[in-house]
């Protein structure tokens, strides 16, 4: 076998390899986009349905009660104190929850051992921050990412954010309008 005949079968093992490559990195990239179109709250099941029913408790014991939670108008923040899009979102929600006092911001930690999420939420956020008792409301509502963020009135599910609703400046304004405007 001559020079010639062993760089044209070098160079097709070469061509093999990177379209091989080329086809699996380009069908992972696909895969994982599609993952993250994957709604994290099954939006069209929980709209106009009840928020259900959870044991909520805070750093001090303090359980938050049910009809807190179905009497008036709530912001639900589900967040983790390790996550950087949660930071931002906090430190987003604390220049408007003083807009409107008629409705009650509270974060809720999903997951995570209580104590020592509470904890850290205490000197991370300024909103209450409970923790949701057995997943409780996450696990019903098929939350699995945070932040995720639900606005409830008189404890009917009526809008849902998803992965970081008010981080951009674009969210953040219309959030602001949406908040106006109840």
Not at 147 to 174: H, R, Y
């Amino acid at each position: 076998m001559n020079a010639y005949t062993k760089a044209l079968r070098f160079a097709a093992i070469l061509i093999a390899v990177a379209a091989i490559s080329f086809y699996f990195f380009y069908r992972r990239g696909a895969q994982q986009q599609a993952k993250k179109a994957e709604p994290l709250v099954q939006t069209e099941a929980v709209l106009n349905q009840p928020l259900p029913q959870a044991k909520l408790v805070n750093i001090s014991g303090k359980v938050l009660q049910d009809d807190q939670l179905r009497r008036g108008k709530v912001v639900l923040t589900f967040t983790l104190t390790t996550c950087a899009i949660c930071d931002q979102e906090n430190d987003f929600l604390k220049t408007v929850v003083d807009s409107r006092k008629d409705v009650s911001f509270l974060y809720v930690i999903p997951f995570g051992p209580k104590d020592e999420v509470l904890k850290s939420a205490q000197s991370k956020y300024a909103l209450e921050t409970f923790y949701d008792e057995d997943s409780t409301i996450a696990k019903r509502l098929e939350i699995y990412r945070v932040p995720t963020m639900l606005f409830l009135e008189n404890g009917i599910i009526k809008k849902t954010w998803l992965d970081g609703a008010t981080v951009e400046e674009k969210s953040q304004a219309k959030f602001k309008q949406w908040l106006a405007s109840l």
